[in-house]
């Protein structure tokens, strides 16, 4: 928690409140945290401040906003992203909003166990993304959306999220292409499922107006595929 | 699981054979094996084939080596990582293998805290990169090695990792320069521990020849930077 994430309810008086009982124990556990004490505070959806601590309970820390800090900017990123097991899903939503996604698709594909939709966690979004903007520094959530039937989703969503100044990329371990380095636009970036994409659903994707690329012989679990592939793509930033 | 990890014993005879528990466990679950089949197997530090299935039983499954394939060539990468804490060890070592990291040194730093040293994981190191060369298809380990004092480890022995043709990077939030990305030379990537290196560490590691370099104004998990940083610095490749 880099930043203690607040409410716009939160602010509206002279004095900023922390109440959350999550807020407050780590407050108190890692930083210890006293009257007087310098806490970055981002309002969400808003903007982002550097505030003074001027009371600390144990129901309540209020804070004294000081001077307004920069957020910091998204990537010009669309992550389209097979739904992974639940266990993995909390990290990799955390991770995304961390990395500055801009959006987040989870799309359903032929090798998604149709069991991962009624996960409990799909309930829990919020919080993930609550979490990965606290580690960050940031304020704005990204847009969060769910397609469970794939060949819809490319035939008549996908086409739209594309132009030829922001392509889409399908990770694909055998395509001829390279995944490319450093660019300089936006993108579409789709990531398969564990065991990939199958063929039938690389074909669709290359059809809609996807670029398949790869990213050397080396297969990468797909939490970890998502850093990496931001990292190589927009690495100039 | 992309390749099946032999030790070269299991190798010796004309067809060899697969008797560990977890991985014919993984085979009848996840890939349901049967005689025929074409898999995927690597010896350990040595070469990757294509094998036929050639009998299946609770105890064994035997295989009959048809071809060499290649085996991913590495990162020309030394990282070296703050300890992290024994739940994210696991995961660090397995995608720091999985990318193709050179060498990996976990090293102690003033914001680790002491019991991480303590960790029954740090014996389970040799499972967890069977698991990152399983998940990439690789056969040969990184060197791991593990350093518990930060001041004497600086000065006496990151210098001998340096070079003209690889130098050494810090992530650090508040460096004025950028990292590098697309580099087509080796270096070593030093990465801190949550809540980061504090400045005297900064300063230590600047003294003795390391660049301190920032990722920009968002603040990343320590698994999750590495995977992030490592396609920044090698997307060329």
Known sequence: MNIVLLDPRQTESELWSITSKRQLEHLKQHID???????????????????EVVEVTEQIVKLKPIQIEPVPAKLPVTLIVAMPRPKVLRRLIMDSVTLGVENIILLHSYRVDKSYWQSPFLQQLDQ??????????????????????????????LPSLMTAEKPAYVAHPYAQSKM??????????????????????????????????????RIIRTETV?????????GVS
């Not at 006293?34 to 959806?45: C, F, H, W």
């Not at 993930?128 to 960050?136: K, M």
């Not at 998502?226 to 927009?234: C, K, N, P, T, V």
């Open 180 to 217: 490319p380095f450093a660019i300089e636009h936006a993108c579409t970036l789709l990531i398969g499922p564990e065991g990939g994409f199958i063929p039938y659903e690389i074909d669709l994707l290359v059809k809609n107006g996807c670029q398949a690329v790869s990213l050397g012989n």
């Open 33 to 51: 945290i006293q009257v007087g004490n310098t806490l970055k505070v981002g309002i969400r959806e808003g903007l982002r401040y550097s505030t």
């Open 128 to 157: 993930y993304v609550t979490l990965g903007l606290e580690q960050a520094g940031d304020t704005v959530a990204p847009k969060i959306e769910i397609y469970k039937r794939f060949k819809p989703f490319v035939e008549d969503v």
């Open 226 to 234: 998502i850093a990496y592939s931001l990292g190589r793509l927009f």
